[in-house]
């Protein structure tokens, strides 16, 4: 039952300050290709001019806010609107009345407009317009658009005081082009340019003068290209040319990634979406700040990571990144060996407070935009995260698990003793033996663990946890790096450091289970605020303890109990807080929403302890879920109302799609499922308990790669059994076993 009502702050967005413009629309088409994206409506257009949802974005600026289509001086009727793996956009238009021009009448849905758009390294569009109306059609088409220049940062709201230098347009018969110099001293330009050339070109404006006989049709070409100072200049490329050369490319991506194919051809839709959008996300890795390219990525070495997302998050987060990584070593290993290469290269080095950096701390997130390079903002990069560094250490585990890459182990190393370090010397606050943050930086986050808004941590009356607190998932997360770094130093052939901290890990196991146990709530703790108070809310940072594996089995099967009852599932998936709280808000940020990054970490540690019924329900809320969103796209999250008959997921406002994490999340849901454990350096591969969902018959696992293996394998589903077979290996030889045991 509910305890009342309870003051609770009022922001509930990852963002200090109060967002400007009209709200965030959650049906935007996407397009992305690395650190550049568009945001558009469903129309296709950049609009209204300003708007904080829409834009085309290139390292962390805006470069076109407004471009904006118009027939007579009206906007159009959207007929259909959709995109091709994060590729290419094509959006069916008419217009919306008749339109009268010279005493000759085009009728309601006699004209039709195309409207294709596409990203590779500059934006395309491409527009057919057709007149199926029996009498010659006369229309005045026309492009309104603008460049502000905004950074990231003050697009999501924050104000600035002050700004640099807008050049004056140039203008010449096909090509306007804007220029601004920042305050960080970089140039950055966007230049658009029309085929053919427009009957009237200004800044601000191309206008045609059209006219069409019966079932003629006509094309118009439109390219921009957003330039920061120092960059290569795209391929001259025509729209045809640069959508053949990006489908190749993503075909190349797909014959080096595990394939998937089952009795159920919208689960493979589902699974052919997140692998497209792993590859829209690849940044390849040349960042503007204090330290080199060379340096972050040696010669002949690639240099690709995974972005966290679009709109807000296409850059480089530790978190994001690690975890996105993790989930996707079933699809390919590579992206976990780039991402934490790049991670150990941009580690801490110094105390520095306004980035909130420490010798041996990963990084939490890395900007290149104005704000940052001018010093206005510390994400150069920007170290306030309390899960980044454990995380680097699990993610090096297991992706070692995956690849037995000695060599990625040797370089990485020094990395991870000094990531080690680092929760060691300085994670803990307060000498109380468990990892805690505190703000430093006056620009930085309040709240460092990834439930990062304002109003994340609180009492159950409402009260703002004080810092420094002590988040529970993260006391796992570094238990669990404990042993996984101790794994890999007896392998390198430090077995005394390895014991010391594996006797560690013990120790904080049995410190967490004493002050963080709720035994009246038969629940653990979400934190332990600065005066070492517990938070008793139920929150989905509990399940997170099973992934990590610092509980014991009974604690884990209790733990399991009360997260799909329905205080916390919401039929849909886990939210990150009970209904039961007094500070449930299912439309808030983080406050009983639902995360798939966060039920599929759940997912896993259900599977480790062997509570499988309970990770399919999970798995098939979500499966469910994405059924309604637009491509079979999972987003960031959504908002947690209680599933009734008959309902749909309710969408989140400013939910970002495509979500790294939000996309792993069904890869590493179907890893649990099936019980895949790989030990690649032992060239063993154990299949634990699989089990397909209700809804599966069987399922197809191609090109699987272990360390130099790959392997190719079949489960199928009898009844209540899954059985395993082995359809191909090639590569070197490799052990696997399927193993039918009581406990996982």
Not at 226 to 241: I, K, Q, R, S, Y
Request: proline fraction near 6%.
């Amino acid at each position: 039952m509910h305890m009342g009502t309870v003051a609770v702050p009022a922001a509930s967005v990852p963002w200090d300050s109060a967002l400007s413009g009209p709200p965030r629309r959650t049906n935007n088409l996407s397009l992305l290709d690395g650190k550049t994206f568009s945001a558009t409506t469903l129309a296709g257009d950049i609009a209204p001019a300003g708007a904080m949802d829409v834009g085309i974005f290139h390292r962390d600026t805006r470069f076109l806010s407004h471009f904006e289509l118009r027939i007579n001086g009206q906007r159009t009727v959207v007929l259909s609107a959709g995109t091709q793996a994060n590729l290419y956009a094509q959006i069916e238009l008419t217009t919306h009345t008749p339109l009268i021009r010279e005493e000759q009448e085009a009728p309601e849905n006699t004209l039709h407009l195309r409207r294709e758009q596409m990203l590779a390294g500059q934006f395309f569009e491409r527009l057919t317009i057709e007149n199926f109306n029996l009498a010659p059609a006369k229309v005045r088409l026309e492009w309104l658009f603008a460049a502000d220049f905004a950074d990231v940062f003050a697009v999501r709201g924050l104000q600035r005081s002050e700004h640099g230098d807008a050049l004056p347009p140039q203008v010449d018969e096909q090509t306007v082009e804007y220029r601004y110099r920042g305050r960080d001293g970089v140039g950055r330009r966007t230049r658009l340019r029309f085929e053919p050339a427009p009957d009237q070109l200004e800044a601000g404006r191309a206008r045609y003068e059209i006219a069409l006989r019966p079932h003629e049709k006509t094309q118009i070409a439109v390219s921009i290209w957003p330039e920061t100072e120092g960059d290569a200049p795209p391929p001259v490329a025509g729209f045809a040319t640069a959508l053949e050369t990006r489908r190749r490319a993503l075909h190349a991506w797909q014959r080096e990634t595990t394939s998937f194919e089952s009795s159920n051809g919208v689960f493979d839709a589902c699974l052919e979406t997140a692998a497209s959008d792993f590859f829209a996300l690849r940044i390849a890795v040349n960042p503007r700040g204090a330290r080199t390219q060379e340096e972050a990525f040696p010669q002949n070495q690639a240099g690709e990571i995974i972005a966290a997302g679009i709109p807000w998050f296409a850059t480089i987060f530790g978190r994001d990144s690690l975890i996105a990584a993790y989930q996707s070593l079933l699809l390919q290993p590579r992206l976990a060996r780039e991402t934490l290469r790049f991670l150990a290269r941009w580690q801490g080095r110094e105390e520095n407070d306004w980035r909130d950096e420490q010798p041996g701390k990963i990084l939490h997130e890395f900007r290149e935009g104005e704000m940052t390079l001018a010093g206005e903002m510390p994400h150069s990069p920007y170290y306030g995260s309390v899960d980044s560094t454990p995380l680097f250490l699990i993610t090096l585990g297991e992706t070692f698990n995956w690849t037995g890459d000695r060599e990625l182990l040797d370089e990485l190393l020094p990395a991870a003793r000094a990531a080690m370090g680092w929760i060691e010397r300085y994670g803990d606050l307060d000498g109380d033996g468990f990892v805690e943050f505190q703000r430093r930086s006056p620009r930085g986050l309040d709240n460092q663990g990834w439930k990062d808004s304002t109003d994340a941590n609180l009492h159950r009356d409402g009260r703002p946890a004080p810092p420094p607190i002590a988040l529970c998932e993260v006391q796992g997360y570094c238990f669990d790096a404990r042993y996984r770094l101790a794994q890999l130093l007896r392998i390198a052939g430090d077995s005394h450091e390895a014991e010391r901290l594996r006797h560690e890990a013990t120790e904080l196991a049995r410190r967490f289970e004493r002050r963080f146990w709720m035994p009246q709530r038969n629940f653990y703790a979400m934190a332990l605020d600065g005066h070492k108070q517990p938070l008793e809310v139920l929150a989905s940072n509990a399940g997170h303890l099973l992934w990590s594996r610092i509980v014991g089995q009974e604690r884990a099967r209790q733990v399991a109990q009360r997260l799909v009852r329905t205080e916390l599932f919401s039929g849909w998936g886990i939210r990150t807080l009970s209904a039961d709280e007094p500070t449930f808000n299912p439309l808030s940020y983080h406050r009983g929403s639902v995360w798939p990054h966060d039920n599929s970490l759940i997912g896993l540690g259900l599977a480790l302890y062997d509570l499988k019924p309970a990770l399919e329900q999970i798995f098939t809320g979500l499966f469910q879920a994405l059924l309604y969103f637009r491509d079979l796209r999972l987003p960031e999250l959504f908002v947690g109302v209680q599933r009734r008959e008959f309902d749909q997921p309710v969408h989140y406002p400013v939910s970002c799609s495509p979500q790294a994490w939000a996309s792993g999340a069904l890869f590493l849901l179907l890893t649990a499922m099936l019980g895949i454990r790989p030990n690649a350096a032992k060239k063993e591969l154990r299949i634990v308990n699989p089990k397909l969902p209700q809804w599966l018959d069987w399922l197809r696992v191609r090109n699987l790669h272990i360390g130099q293996s790959l392997v190719s394998l079949e489960f199928s589903r009898r009844d209540q059994r899954t059985f395993c077979n082995v359809l191909d290996a090639q590569g070197e030889r490799l052990a696997i076993s399927v193993d039918f045991t009581k406990r996982a």
